[in-house]
C-alpha cells in the first residue's frame, strides 16, 4: 500500500519524465516492481486535475506496458475527451479575439486557456481547462463586457445583486459554446497585491502568438504560482495544486523561474516558497531552483509534515480556513462602513432568504 505522500511524489514526478531524463529512470525503476497502487494514483491525479498530463508523460516515455489494460483503455479515453475539449475551447478563444479586436479593444488570454494558445504543451490534451480567462485595460474593460453580452452571452449563475470589485466580472456562458469565460479586470483577489501584478504590468512584455496576445513566460509563470498560492489560499494552507506545479515546471524550461518570482516585491515570499515546493516533489530539477530563506524552510517544514500527519493536518487547515473566513467578512464590513456600494450589497445579502437557504444545504440540511 502506498501512502498518500509517496503517490503524491510519484505522480509529480511522472510529469517530469518527458524532460527529465533522471526522474525518467527512477520511475522505470518504481513500474517495474509492479508495487503502484493505481486507484491511489487515479484518485490522486484527478483530484489535482492533471490525470490527462499523467498519461500524455507515460505515454511518451512508453510506460504504459506497465500498467493493468483497463486503466489504460480508460486513461487514453479520458485523454480524448480533454483534447476533443481543448480543441473546442480554443476555437472559442480564436472567435472572442476576432470579435473583440474587430470592436477596437484587445484581450490578453490568461491561465490555462493562455497557455494552451501560446502552445506550451506537447499534446493539446494534457491541460484540464475551466473557464476562458481574459484581461483587459481600465478603458476596454466595460466595452468588452458591453460586447460580450450584445454578442449572446449572459450570467452562468443569475442573481438580482453581485459583490462589488471583483477581480473578473460574473461569469459569462453562451448556448452551444463548451467553456464560460471571465472577463477580467484585475489578476489577483487579494487588494495589497494589485499593484503589483496587474494589467498595467503584463501589458508591457505580452506575447503575440498567431495573432492571439498571451503573457510573457515570466508572467505565465508567476501567474501560474498566483492563482494557487495567493488567490486560492495555497500560501496560508501550505498545500500544492499538481496542475499549477505542472504548468510552473513546463514554464521552468522556458524562463528563468528564480529571477521571474524575485523580479516581484510583495508576491516574491509566497511565490518563492511554491517555487521551492515544486523543487521538492519534482525531485530536484535544476530549471526550479529557488531562493532558499527562512521562509523557504519554514514553509517546506509544514509543507513535508502534512503528508505524515494528517490529524494535525486536519486541524490546522481548519484553523485555516476560520482565519480566511473572519479574515475576509471583516474585511467586507470595513468597507461597507467606508463605502456605500458595499453597504447595498451586504444589505441585500443579508435581507436575501434565497441566501440563507443556500447556506443551510451547505451545512447539511434539507431543502
Known sequence: ???????????????????????KKSIK????????????????STSHYVFPALYCNLKRADFLKYLPADLVAYMEEITNLNRARNEEIITQARELNTLLLANDITPIF????????????????????????FIFSKEDYPKAIIILRESGYSEVA???????????????QKENNIAAIEIHSEILAEEKYRKEFNYSLVEKDFQIIDGVRVLSDANKLNLSIIASQVNDHGFEYKTMALRNAYDVFLLSKKTNAKEAVNA???????????LAACYEIFNKVDSLVYTNTKMTVSYLKIFNGQFDNPTST?????????????????NILYKSVIHKKYRVWLFKRLSDVN????????????K
Open 110 to 133: 490568461l491561465k490555462g486557456t493562455g497557455n494552451l494558445l501560446a502552445g506550451i504543451y506537447e499534446d493539446e490534451a494534457e491541460r484540464m481547462v475551466g473557464d476562458i480567462d
Open 355 to 366: 441566501w440563507y437557504k443556500e447556506k443551510l444545504v451547505q451545512l447539511g440540511f434539507k
Open 1 to 23: 500500500m502506498m501512502t498518500y505522500k509517496e503517490t503524491f511524489y510519484f505522480v509529480a514526478k511522472c510529469l517530469t519524465i518527458s524532460l527529465e531524463p533522471e526522474n
Open 29 to 44: 525503476k518504481q513500474l517495474e516492481t509492479a508495487t503502484i497502487n493505481w486507484d491511489q494514483v487515479v484518485k490522486l
Open 158 to 172: 443569475k442573481y438580482k445583486y453581485y459583490l462589488p470589485d471583483d477581480k473578473h466580472y460574473r461569469r459569462l
Open 264 to 274: 516581484l516585491d510583495k508576491l516574491t515570499n509566497p511565490l518563492n516558497c511554491f
Open 314 to 330: 486536519k486541524k490546522r487547515r481548519k484553523r485555516v480556513k476560520t482565519y480566511i473566513f473572519i479574515k475576509s467578512r471583516l
